[in-house]
């Protein structure tokens, strides 16, 4: 799936449903924006640092607080756009 509009759209939609309408916790505003992509957080079995390419992930959408610009990630699976594609 690749990030248009319309999927940003759906993303923050999917949040007001989820209740994430709280304001930014670093500054109190509540002006919020879908980012042009998404992210991958890699995830690891051990604390040591070390990180295996290719290993699992979580596929994320982040959405940026447009005053102060703290980042927040959402787990596209959480939010039920992890399959997208598959279901076209």
């Known amino acids: 799936m690749k990030i248009n509009q319309e999927i940003k759209n759906e993303i923050a939609e999917k ?9 930014c916790g670093r500054c109190g505003q509540s002006k919020f924006s879908v ?21 699992p992930s979580i596929p ?21 756009m992890l399959n997208k594609d598959k279901q076209e």
């Open 15 to 23: 949040l007001n449903e989820k209740k994430a309408i709280l304001p």
């Open 35 to 55: 980012l042009d992509g998404f992210v991958n957080l890699p995830l690891s079995e051990e604390i040591n640092g070390n990180m295996v390419i290719g290993g």
């Open 60 to 80: 994320c959408a982040v959405i940026a607080c447009n005053n102060c610009g703290n980042l927040s990630y959402h787990a596209l699976g959480a939010i039920g």
